[in-house]
């Protein structure tokens, strides 16, 4: 961002400034008090030939080489002289001549260099003194900080890209880029790639809630997408025996789909010792009847459809359900029962009078049963 217009400079300075500049260009030596001086007066008056002649020198020789005289160069590139990469190409020279951290540099050099929330000259800075850096954690910081940058800054996905690869070629555990690609894979629906990427989170992340987290999405990508409901089981059964996070939906589903029935009631069995309320426990106990109905254990299914019933007497397919086990078992007195119940819930006139007359005849039949054995 260009400076407003120079101050006018007094002819008192005037003279002061033509008499430095003859002295500099005459080889005369100052020294560090004068020579500070100079420069903040050459800054001050916008006279940037002599400045960065000044600058420049200390530069130039590795003796007097000093951080003030790279961030001076490099401000006046960046902010005066509207020269953004000349600045970053100044930024890089500093960290290789100097050595120094990226921490150090964030806090002592670039917020000097560039006003603030001028993402694309720090977006540029980071890219020139990326591979100055002294460290590897120091240029891992640096890529993740360009990183963010270009995905929530500038919005340059290309670049994007390509310093996430970067990432992972010099660590290959980042779980910010495992992360990035993990969804880019995601969101074109290649899943072989999406499986690779979450085999190497599962190493990389730390905390156990993370690894959960990764598990269950590595576990419903396997099932839901790619149709392996065995290695859905074996990563929820490996990763996730301790976890807080909810996996039951997953790993009924990948139960059912290897129609592994008796894996589907242990699921459901273990659901019951996490719930407390009277309506969930009764839809799970309505799924264990079902299932138990499919494998033809009708007192099995007739005791959870029972529990059902009784849990949530509103939830009238469990109702239904004790009714349906009775009818295979010919246990009428229980039918009797049921559909007294079920009588007394139902609020459609027609259905409520269909179910007086199979009530009906179903005492007859039961008193004309008894009769004939009297």
């Known amino acids: 961002m260009a400076q407003s217009s120079p101050t006018p400079v ?10 430095l500049v003859q002295q500099l260009d005459g080889g005369a030596a100052l020294s560090a ?7 903040e007066t050459f800054e001050r008056y916008e006279c940037w030939g002599p400045y960065l002649r000044l600058v420049k020198k200390g530069i130039d020789h590795a003796a007097s080489r000093q951080l003030g005289d790279y961030v001076r160069l490099a401000r006046a590139q960046n902010l005066y002289l509207e020269d953004t990469f000349a600045a970053a ?4 020279l500093l960290v290789q001549h100097l050595k120094i951290g990226f921490a150090r540099f964030c806090e002592e050099v670039l917020l000097r260099v560039i006003e603030p929330e001028d993402y ?3 977006a540029a800075i980071m890219g020139a003194i990326c591979d100055k850096l002294p460290t590897k954690d120091d ?4 890529l993740e900080r360009l990183a963010l940058l270009y995905e929530k800054k500038t919005h340059n996905d290309g670049q994007l890209s390509k310093t996430y690869e970067r990432l992972l070629a010099v660590d290959k555990l980042n779980v910010k880029a495992l992360r990035y690609f993990k969804l880019a894979y995601t969101q074109n629906n290649e899943w072989e ?22 598990a269950q999405e590595f576990a419903a990508i396997y099932l839901y997408q790619l149709d392996r409901a065995e290695d859905a089981i074996n990563v929820l059964e490996t990763y996730c025996a301790d976890s807080p996070l909810d996996t039951s939906t997953i790993l009924f589903d990948a139960h059912q789909r290897l129609a592994n029935w008796q894996g589907c009631l242990k699921v459901l069995r273990q659901c019951l010792l996490s719930v407390d309320d009277d309506y969930s426990r009764a839809v799970l106990h309505l799924k264990i009847a079902s299932l138990h109905e499919q494998l033809a254990e009708l007192d099995a299914a007739q005791d959870n459809f029972v529990k059902s019933a009784t849990l949530w007497p509103n939830l009238l397919d469990s109702v239904e359900g004790v009714i349906n086990v009775a009818l295979a078992k010919r246990d009428w007195k ?7 119940v079920l009588a007394g819930k139902v609020s459609d006139e027609r259905l409520g009078a269909q179910l ?19």
């Open 89 to 92: 190409e100044t930024c890089s």
């Open 10 to 19: 007094p002819p008192s300075e005037a003279d002061r400034i033509r008499r």
């Open 120 to 122: 694309g000259a720090e």
């Open 193 to 214: 790639e999406v499986v690779e990427v979450l085999k190497t989170l599962l190493k990389a992340v730390r905390r156990p809630q993370e690894l959960f987290r990764v």
């Open 334 to 340: 229980t039918i009797q029962h049921w559909l007294d």
């Open 139 to 142: 240029l891992v910081a640096c």
């Open 33 to 39: 008090e004068a020579r500070n001086d100079a420069l």
């Open 356 to 374: 007086k007359q199979v009530q009906k005849r179903l005492k007859d039949g039961l008193d004309h049963s008894h009769a004939k054995h009297v």
